[in-house]
């Protein structure tokens, strides 16, 4: 099978409840594994390693948004965050093929980290330029798209299912519930990822109780067995007669890449 390149164009940035892809023009996500050096007398005139701890980080450059203060300015999150011990949730969908929404089954990079870094520049002759760096906490996850961002949705609904291309794992797997936007005084909000073996008999496996008419984002963790095929859904979805909401699910299965 031939490779499939993407152009970066349509890449996207999510930050807790912000999408930021209209602030930033290049984001890097990096995985990384520490060596440690294991060398003795007995290795010769070569060095010798061992595998250590992954680590991962996260930056992003783009242009600085000046048209808003205060609660509504995005960059407060960056800015506020430094020097916090609470997580960012970072999203990061490479490529971002499908237009206004994404492609369910796209590639994303799901993390929560600190910022370490948060820089403005202003040269005389160009456009004031921002950028932030972030250190992940534990695990920087390899995984796909579910949904959005997106269209705006106003009722239940059953999200694309996609295949995995294996029969199941059983390492667990994490997600990631951003929600973006929310109008039209919503009262209870419930998504969930859900997985089956033949794309048909869904079961829940991770929702994201807690998020509800206030724009954020959960990372949900689960163990076990992940099914062959994964979909987002929303069960759960109350409020006045204008009521929607802007969303994003991403998952990721744990052990091997996928």
């Given at each position: ?6 152009h ?17 023009q ?6 990384s ?5 294991v ?6 005139g ?18 600085l ?12 999150r960056?800015?506020?965050?430094l ?23 796209s ?43 997106g ?77 062959r ?8 979805i ?6 929607s ?14």
């Open positions: 099978m031939p490779p499939v390149f993407r970066g164009k349509a890449s996207k940035l999510l930050v807790s409840s912000i999408d930021a892809s209209s602030l930033f290049e984001v890097t996500a990096s995985i594994v520490d060596a440690a050096e060398t003795t007398f007995n290795s010769g070569d060095k010798s390693f061992v595998s250590g701890q992954r680590v991962g980080t996260i930056s992003a450059s783009g242009f948004d000046a048209s808003t203060a205060g609660a509504n300015d995005p960059y407060a960056f800015r506020n965050a020097g916090s011990s609470t997580d960012l949730i970072f999203t990061a969908i490479p490529g971002g093929p499908g237009g206004s929404t994404i492609t369910p089954g590639l994303a990079r799901l993390g929560a980290g600190i910022v370490t870094s948060f820089e403005t520049a202003a040269p005389a002759l160009g456009v004031v330029t921002a950028k932030f760096d972030a250190q992940v906490n534990n695990r920087f996850d390899v995984g796909r798209t579910l949904y959005g961002p269209a705006a949705k106003t009722s239940t609904f059953a999200g694309t299912a996609v295949d995995s291309g294996v029969v199941s794992s059983t390492a667990g797997g994490v997600a990631h519930f951003h929600l973006l936007q929310s109008s039209g005084a919503v009262t209870a909000l419930v998504m969930k990822v859900q997985h089956s073996s033949l794309g048909s008999a869904w079961a829940d496996l991770v929702s994201s109780s807690g998020l509800i008419a206030t724009p954020g984002a959960k990372r949900s963790t689960v163990s076990g067995t992940i099914k095929y994964t979909r987002a859904t929303i069960t759960t109350t409020g006045g007669a204008s009521k909401v802007k969303i994003s699910v991403s998952f990721a299965r744990r052990g091997a890449i996928r």
